[in-house]
């Protein structure tokens, strides 16, 4: 079982920058492909960004790319999620989650520990 805790998220004006957190208990956490995900009020909810165990192997949706960062620090159990440039389009409901696949997929089926989630709001 892991617990996955995110922080972070909050109010920034467009152009600004918000750093996202993820905490994960266990002892196991490089086993675990991670991803962030988001949820916009009336919308899907869709892969943001996802790691690789080792944090070799990223990948980001089309529409943050260049503009956001995933990385981990294995040693912290942690996960973040770096947002650049942030417009109000990226206003969502953002959650961490943990695969069992530790190469890091994009299909949110493949995610079974998920995070309570944290709000992120872009102001125009």
């Known amino acids: 079982q892991v617990q996955l805790v995110e922080s972070g998220g909050g109010l920034v004006q467009a152009g600004g920058s918000l750093r996202l957190s993820c905490a994960a208990s266990?002892?196991?956490?490089?086993?675990?492909?991670m991803g962030w995900f988001r949820q916009a009020p009336g919308k899907e909810r869709e892969v943001v960004a996802t790691?690789?165990?080792?944090?070799?192997?990223?990948y980001y949706v089309d529409s943050v790319k260049g503009r956001f960062t995933i990385s981990r620090d294995n040693a912290k159990n942690t996960v973040y999620l770096q947002m650049n440039s942030l417009k109000p389009e990226d206003t969502a409901v953002y959650y961490c989650?943990?695969?069992?696949?530790?190469?890091?997929?994009?299909?949110?089926?493949?995610?079974?520990?998920w995070g309570q989630g944290t709000q992120v709001t872009v102001s125009s």
């Open positions: 989650a943990a695969s069992r696949n530790s190469y890091g997929s994009s299909v949110s089926s493949q995610y079974v520990y």
């Open positions: 266990g002892r196991t956490f490089s086993r675990y492909g």
């Open positions: 790691i690789s165990g080792s944090g070799g192997r990223t």
